[in-house]
């Protein structure tokens, strides 16, 4: 999904993905947890490669297995993607009951198991397809989580009033569009959000307004900004990021 600068260059791209994710059905459950995107093509693409003919019940046999400490890591994988193809309720069970007390190792796998698990069983219960939405960061309800850079202009040093002013402007608007913020960071030249947008909210106006908002004091955010639904940046990486796709200079 989005994982870009969200500017005049891209915002053709942007629109039709915030199109898609505006026009879907009731029926959809978006993965809650973070987990990292390679994960969940690891987990997808291993289903895949050992999807086999074995029956529920021959799958159902060996889900003791899963609490035995001799099983290894490799078989538990292969009993957590089989149980999780199956819609039995006694499935579901099982691997809700592994994850009290998950290696360590296989939580975010079992997480994924459980989420397969989940859709496949309300699917045949409601005798209709399920939609599911997976991204790095997961989400809540109806929001998807994501990781915004807010960008400094040069010669703008950060502030106690402008930390506050960005605060205040950002859950204003936030909370308007039913929006969550999570978290807010400050660092010498740029801020990040973590927050929780509704699916059917035009991101890119929300944050717009909201930077415009803080710029009628001061002018110091940069109105291009950086947002991403597949994993939180480190300070040294956004800083790298920067370096390697400089967002316009605005004074």
Not at 40 to 45: P, V
Not at 140 to 166: H, P
Not at 225 to 245: C, M, V, Y
Request: charged share 25%; with cysteine; glycine share 2%.
């Amino acid at each position: 999904m989005e994982d870009n600068f969200i500017n005049n260059e891209n915002e053709n791209i942007y629109d039709k993905i915030q199109e898609i994710l505006s026009n879907l059905p009731a029926n959809f459950s978006i993965l809650e947890e973070e987990i990292d995107i390679d994960l969940q093509m690891e987990y997808f693409e291993f289903a895949r490669i050992h999807k086999n003919s074995s029956t529920a019940e021959q799958i159902l046999k060996t889900k003791e297995r899963l609490f035995d400490p001799n099983t290894s890591i490799f078989e538990k994988k292969l009993i957590l993607c089989q149980l999780g193809s199956l819609s039995e309720v006694e499935a579901f069970r099982c691997i809700e009951k592994y994850l009290h007390n998950p290696d360590e190792n296989l939580k975010k796998w079992a997480i994924l198991a459980l989420q397969e698990c989940k859709m496949t069983l309300e699917s045949s219960l409601l005798e209709e397809n399920r939609i599911f939405i997976s991204t790095g960061l997961g989400g809540k309800g109806n929001k998807l989580r994501y990781f915004i850079i807010l960008v400094y202009n040069e010669n703008n040093l950060i502030n106690d009033s402008k930390r506050k002013l960005i605060k205040n402007e950002f859950e204003f608007f936030f909370k308007k569009y039913n929006s969550e913020i999570e978290e807010i960071n400050y660092y010498e030249k740029f801020s990040t959000l973590k927050v929780l947008i509704p699916i059917n909210v035009t991101i890119n106006n929300l944050i717009n307004m909201a930077i415009n908002e803080v710029n009628q004091y001061g002018n110091f955010i940069n109105p291009s900004f950086i947002i991403t639904n597949l994993k939180i940046l480190t300070e040294p990486e956004i800083i790298e990021l920067l370096k390697t796709n400089p967002l316009d200079k605005k004074e």
